[in-house]
């Protein structure tokens, strides 16, 4: 065989045997993410599925109603008629889909739903999101207070801010009332599959590209590019990830990288409670946006006000600490 030939089958032969060792460690990866991705998946799910059911059932029976008109005259105070106050209700309790679901139904202006929009954004799915942020190093009625207080807050600053004619809302739309209990079940139940598939795919699929992602060095470069941000928005460089796993995929879905990291000592409490306080108000930046500009509120509305919130929560958390 000619030397020229040999170098080419030896580089074929590097080249394979890279290509099979890169698989391997990709396997590894896999394989070691299965185990801690459903066990939060499952946990998560715990939570999460007895709460949906709830609320659903308080919805139906007009609990929610009567709640959200004991509300009317404080939301009055930042400039939304009282019935908004369901919308609110209905995002804490449950999520974003659910909240546009009832904004859909009321006629609200667009100026109104800016402001539900971002009180939304701040202070959805409550319940599920404060116990995985208990679950990684914060108090969990520090949360619960800083996320009701600034929805609160931004509302009120943004009824000051925002233009008075911003346009017609969705309009209102039929609601069904009086549907059958079984009906409302059905549906709920429909619906309640899909969150499971949908909780245990993408917290999977999260585990495991958090796991390739540092196998193969690349949260080190992430962290290196965001550093000079994060400065500013005073977290730890070691929060780099997991600020973008929140602020892309939310807290909800972050969690399991969330809690393996904290539980494995990879990020220390203090770390993860800074970045708490960030993205307790600020987070799921892609999709939770993007439902709300699908009805026609502006992204910048909704993205610039939260991120100038969270970090000064950021900075008051760490004045606070150096204080103890």
């Known amino acids: ?3 020229a030939k040999k170098q080419k089958s030896n580089g074929a032969g590097f080249a394979a045997g890279k290509t099979a060792l890169v698989l391997q460690r990709i396997g590894t990866c896999i394989k070691d993410s299965i185990a801690p991705a459903t066990k939060t998946a499952i946990w998560l799910l715990k939570i999460t599925i007895p709460i949906s059911l709830v609320v659903t059932l308080l919805q139906h029976f007009g609990v929610l109603n009567v709640v959200s008109e004991w509300l009317s005259p404080a939301f009055g105070i930042i400039g939304l008629r009282g019935e908004a106050a369901l ?4 995002g804490v ?4 889909y659910s909240a546009i679901a009832v904004i859909a139904s009321l006629p609200l202006n667009m100026r109104e739903i800016t402001i539900l929009a971002v009180m939304c954004l701040i202070a959805h799915n409550l319940i599920v999101e404060t116990a995985v942020q208990k679950r990684t190093g914060s ?4 949360i619960v207070a ?3 207080g600034m929805a ?3 509302a009120a600053v943004l009824n000051l801010l925002l233009p008075l004619d911003l346009g017609a ?3 209102s739309k039929a609601i069904m009332h009086g549907a059958p209990l079984t009906d409302v079940l059905v549906s709920w139940g429909l619906s309640a599959l899909y969150l499971c598939l949908k909780i245990i795919t993408l917290v999977t699929l999260l585990m495991i590209l958090q796991r390739i992602l540092k ?3 690349i949260i080190q470069i992430l962290s290196t590019i965001f550093k000079p941000l994060l400065k500013v928005m005073g977290l730890p460089e070691s929060t780099s990830f997991l600020w973008i796993v929140a602020n892309t995929l939310g807290l909800a879905y972050g969690s399991a990288v969330m809690v393996e990291e904290v539980e494995a000592g990879k990020l220390s409490r203090t770390d993860a409670d800074l970045l708490n306080f960030h993205i307790a108000i600020s987070h799921s930046n892609l999709e939770d946006l993007l439902l709300f500009a699908a009805i026609g509120v502006s992204i910048w509305w909704m993205l610039i006000p939260r991120l100038f919130i969270a970090i000064a929560a950021v900075w008051g958390r760490r004045f606070a600490l150096m204080g103890k």
């Open 146 to 148: 800083l996320r009701l």
């Open 1 to 3: 065989m000619s030397q």
């Open 93 to 96: 309790f449950l999520n974003i």
């Open 215 to 217: 196998e193969f060095g």
């Open 139 to 142: 108090k969990a009625w520090h």
């Open 169 to 171: 809302g969705l309009g």
């Open 152 to 154: 609160i807050v931004s």
């Open 87 to 90: 919308v609110f209700l209905t």
